[in-house]
Structures are given as structure tokens and as C-alpha cells.
């Protein structure tokens, strides 16, 4: 069921022993939002815990919170996940059907947990958590304000992307003026390059597809391409990115290939075509500007597939 | 001589037949700040005009303005000039001495104009002139919001870089309330990336040099490599960024081989190097984190004489 802003704040405020999950693959926003509602919970006097089902990679470290005593959960958040299949296998096997409260900006989000707070329009969960931990009169702290920053920048590759609103940018201010560490958090997202994330980017770009004239980019990551270059799943994102930087793509898609041999893909596309309608026509989902879903075959069936359905996505 | 925000407000109200001067290879903040002015002042019953060396290169022709009826100046008004030298060689025979007022956002401004208004912490000369349009209850149009938010992401690497304050986050969100066009704006500036420019960011990192146990970069453009990829000056920003993005360098320096053969060098460091110090001893200038200078001398000889002095500019 899905319930207003005012309804999220309370269940929230009367939430007590509260465990947290973030969605598996996680990125900024997810373990942003995640450890700034951690310790926004921790300071109004209740117990929390965050529970990811691939735990926190190095590359977001940063966001991490040692836990405290540990405790039975009475109330469940997820934050940043659209469906409870994202939570990870073991996760939604322990958690899934037992959800109280899905805080999200998916409007994809497939309302699993018992009552959900879904904004479309934001640009990051963690924009989201901020407004409702503001309007819970939480002291945003320094840690809190980190952690949110992160989210937000992340899910906008750093103010970039169509999805950042004026809100965006006052939110950002005020984190900043929080303590965020703004440029010291951008630095570690977006300005540190591995030698070996050079090299990935290079052989990605040699295998780079264009089809219907250009206008659709196919990028395909190898776990050969993985281990050769000591990248890690998380280091990808720029590459993600990349697939619908280069000059006249609209739609760019990229193909990961998981540890189990099955197929990431993640669709980026410019104004005029919906990444989010492409996805769910193979059962994932996100956004206008970023979605993905996930295939079982081969890559090349896999593309076959996509590129069967996404001309008919070009504006 | 440094006048006050206000004394400069009212140079601008009372100032008639403006010419307006941009620093030579023009960016955006230069270039938006400069059409940002022109189209207010247009708006308040003045004539004005726009003048740069490089005229306006292709990458940023959306910032253009087509002239009006000539007029001979009375008032001269320099925006993100920091030393009459960057005017370039005509436009400061022309001019150089007879600038009334600079705007300016660099810390090394030397003061050349009649009078100066310089706001080092500001992220960029946009940020400077908005505040100053806003001081002088000018209608922001979305024109000029346009051109203000180009120099304001630009100059900021899209709200990446150190020199982002609360601050310029709220300018941005008043801009884009006010029509600027960001998503479009940014997917020019920062998410449209040629071929060739793809090709020469390759040639450039394949000839990558590393100092001072990867401390120190040193990226070189040549004049071959960018016929070869068919890049433009205008294009290599994004390089000139990557130089410090390297995990573990503190010091990125970019050498571009000028049409002349002289080499311009862009420094972009992180927290701890000076650019600006270091490149002052070339007879450049710059931010802390972003300078540049000039050689006439060899490339060899220039990095030479740069890792000198460089290595006593680390933390």
C-alpha cells in the first residue's frame, strides 16, 4: 500500500529495534540512505541494524557503520529497492515477505513491503531520507550528512543526469553546509581512476557495437575483461555511464557478465527514450534515464533480445 | 585598483555602450559569463557587445548572441580575465589598457583594469556575475540563465570539483527555476564525447608519464594527435581533468602543443599542491587546483623544467 509523506515520517518516529535493508549490487545511494537512516535512528535513541546482501564493497567503505549489540528486528525499511528480488536471494528469502516500510524514488517500485513511500521525482533515496529525517527534527550530523551526500551525488553522477531539481541542488547545499566533505567524497567516486579501470575502459571502447546509425550502443564487460584488469563489479559505473556518452547514441546498453555466467544489463538512454519501459519488457525496471534488467542466456541471445525491442524506443 | 561588490553593481547600472571582453581560448564560464552580461545589459536599454580573440568555438556556439547594431564603446568590462595577457595578442593591443572594470573569479588577477571586482571563492566568474545581475534587479531570463549555468557547471566540472560551496549549489537551483536548461546543457558539456576524442584519450593515456611514485602526471597533446583524431582545442578539457583522476596522483599536469608549437600547460591538482604557486613560477596563474602557464621552449624542456620545481609543491 502506498502512503504519504506525513504517514512515512510517523511509522518512522514510532518504529522501534529497526533493521535496514539496502539492495544487493549496492551503489552510493542505497548505502548512503541505508547508514544515514542507521545512524539518524541511533541518535533519536533506538536500536538499527543495515543488512546488504553483498555487504559493503570497498569502493563505499566509507559509508560503513561498525553495529552496535545486536537485536531482533520488530520493524523492517528497505531503502532504494523497487522490488524485493533486488534484495538478493538470501536477503528477500529472510526478508522479502515481511517488509514494513520501502522508502524509494523508483517509480517502478513494485509496492512488495507492507506500506511504501515512493517519490517518482527524486533524484536518490537519499534525497528522500533527508526530507523525512529533516521534518523528524533529526540533528543532521556530519556522518549523517557524508552519507547522504554521497546518494545524492552518485545517483546523479554528480549533478549531471536529468533527474537533478532545483531540490536537488538546495539539499546538496545544505548537506554541505552539514559537514558533508563534498569534494573529499567526490574525489573517491568520481575522480580516482585504477590503472587497471583505464585499461577496462579501453578494451570495453574496442568492443563497443552501434546499431540503427548510431543511435543505440552496445558495451560488453567480460568477467574475462574483469579478471584481467582487477576491476571490481562496483568499479563500473563510469563505463555504465559511458554507453550513452558517446556522440549521437540515444539508447546505450551495457552487458556485464555476472560470477554465475548470467547477464547485467544496464540501459542509459538521452531524452526521448524510456530506459525504464525498455527494462520491463524483461522483467527489470528503474528509471527514464537508467534501468536495467538481467538475462539467463548468452550474451549474444541477450542482445539479440534487446536490440529486438529497443528501436522501437529511438524518439 | 580592487573596488566592492556594490561600487561595481553601479559601474555596470551607470555604464553605457559596453563592450564586453572574454579571455582568449574561450570556456564556458568566460563565454557564458560574457552573453550572460551582454543580454542583461541589452535588457536594461543599454547597447553592448561581446569580443574574444578565438571568437566563439563550435563546442559552445549555443552561448552565441547574435550582434546588434556596432556602436563605439564608452565602458569596457573584462569577465574571467585574469591578467590582460589572456586577452589575447590583438584584443590587448586594442585594449589591454583601457579595461574599466574586470569581474573575476581568479586569485591571481593582476589588477590590470581601471577598477577590479575579484571574488576568489567564488567557484566561478558566472557565480560573480549572477550575484551581480541579481544585486542590479535584472529579469533573469532563460537566456541568461542559460549562459550563467554553463559557466557555473563548467568551471565546477559539473559541482565535482573543490571549489563548489553551498553557494554555487543554490545559484544552480535558482538558474535552473529560472529555465536554465541543465540536463541539456550538461549532456553538450560533459556527456557527449566524438570519437575522436575517445581515439586521442587513448593516445593520450598510452603515452602517459608517472613521477614521483605516481605522485605527478604528465599527459601530452600534440599538434599530430589531435589533427590525427580531428579534436579541437575546445575538446580536451575532459584530459586536462583526467591528468589528476589517476589513482594516486596529486599533481596532473597536461602539455598541449599550441598551432605556434609553444606548449600550454593545465595543472589540476588535489588537496595539498598548489596549481596556482606552481604555475606562477612559469609566469602563469590560476585556482589552487586548476592553473596553467605557457612555454615557448620544448616539451621536454617544459616538463623539465616543471618537475624542477613540482615535486616540492607535494603534501
Chains 1, 2 share one sequence.
Request: net charge negative; with cysteine; aromatic share 6%.
Amino acid at each position: 500500500m502506498k502512503i504519504d509523506f506525513k504517514t512515512a515520517m510517523h511509522r518512522l518516529q514510532s518504529a522501534e529495534d529497526v533493521l535496514i535493508l539496502a539492495h544487493a549490487n549496492p551503489d552510493g545511494d542505497t548505502l548512503g540512505a541505508a547508514y544515514a537512516l542507521l545512524l539518524a535512528l541511533q541518535d533519536l535513541g533506538k536500536r538499527a541494524k543495515v543488512v546488504c546482501a553483498d555487504g559493503v564493497p570497498e569502493r563505499y567503505r566509507f559509508l560503513y557503520v561498525e553495529p552496535q549489540d545486536d537485536f531482533e528486528e520488530k520493524y523492517i525499511v528497505s531503502v532504494d529497492v523497487a522490488d524485493r528480488a533486488l534484495l538478493g536471494k538470501a536477503v528477500e528469502e529472510s526478508y522479502g515477505d515481511r517488509v514494513d516500510l520501502s522508502i524509494d524514488h523508483h517509480g517502478t517500485n513494485r509496492l512488495f513491503a507492507k506500506e511504501s513511500y515512493v517519490e517518482p521525482d527524486a533524484a536518490s533515496a537519499c534525497e528522500v531520507v533527508y526530507l523525512l529525517l529533516l521534518s523528524m527534527n533529526v540533528h543532521i550530523t556530519k556522518d549523517i550528512a557524508d552519507r547522504l551526500y554521497t546518494g545524492v551525488s552518485t545517483d546523479t553522477g554528480c549533478f549531471c543526469y536529468s533527474n537533478v531539481t532545483p531540490r536537488t541542488f538546495r539539499i546538496a547545499a545544505d548537506l554541505m553546509e552539514r559537514g558533508a566533505d563534498a569534494a573529499g567524497i567526490n574525489v573517491k567516486m568520481f575522480e580516482t581512476k585504477k590503472p587497471g579501470f583505464l585499461q577496462l575502459e579501453q578494451m570495453v571502447l574496442q568492443g563497443m557495437e552501434l546499431y540503427e546509425n548510431g543511435r543505440i550502443s552496445v558495451l560488453t564487460i567480460s568477467r574475462a575483461m574483469l579478471d584481467k584488469t582487477g576491476c571490481k563489479d562496483e568499479e563500473i559505473d563510469a563505463i555504465v555511464a559511458l554507453s550513452r556518452q558517446i556522440e549521437g547514441v540515444v539508447i546505450g546498453i551495457t552487458c556485464k557478465e555476472k560470477a554465475d555466467g548470467s547477464w547485467k544489463v544496464s540501459v542509459r538512454t538521452h531524452e526521448g527514450a524510456d530506459a525504464s519501459r525498455l527494462c520491463a519488457l524483461f522483467g527489470g525496471g528503474g528509471h527514464k534515464r537508467a534501468a536495467g534488467c538481467s538475462f539467463d542466456c548468452s550474451r549474444d541471445e541477450a542482445v539479440r533480445a534487446l536490440l529486438s525491442a529497443a528501436p522501437s524506443f529511438l524518439p
